[in-house]
Nanobody, 120 residues
Framework: QVQLVESGGGLVQAQAAGSLWLSCSVS????????MSWYRQRPGKQREVITN????????SYPNSGKGRLTIATNEAKTWLYLQMTSLKPEDTAVYYC???????????WGQGTQVTVSS
């Protein structure tokens, strides 16, 4: 079993420069993790994936045109998952979730979510 706990987020001002980091503590059966991701759910919208990282080779992907403003990273032991966001905009306001798929069945595990509010 894998457990995830997000941290970071809060109220930030939209700005072209600077960045915001979100962290996700990963514990439990880490060796079973096959992929790690960040999702977000904007107000009134469905939860959407914003970036993925493959556990075996570290390959990363950024659906929905996130590449350039988003960076996903892990430490070597995969006990931490990070999301760096730059050039924040009010439309980035959302609850951000870390996610892993573990085991042969690729069982989804979710963190509790962390709110990011970007003011203009």
């Amino acid at each position: 079993q894998v457990q995830l706990v997000e941290s970071g987020g809060g109220l930030v001002q939209a700005q072209a420069a600077g960045s915001l980091w979100l962290s996700c503590s990963v514990s439990g059966n880490i060796s079973s993790i096959r992929a790690m991701s960040w999702y977000r759910q904007r107000p009134g919208k469905q939860r959407e994936v914003i970036t993925n990282s493959r556990a075996d080779d570290g390959y990363t992907s950024y659906p929905n045109s996130g590449k350039g403003r988003l960076t996903i990273a892990t430490n070597e032991a995969k006990t931490w998952l990070y999301l760096q966001m730059t050039s924040l905009k009010p439309e980035d306001t959302a609850v951000y979730y870390c996610n892993t798929r573990a085991g042969d069945a690729l069982r989804n595990v979710w963190g509790q979510g962390t709110q990011v509010t970007v003011s203009s």
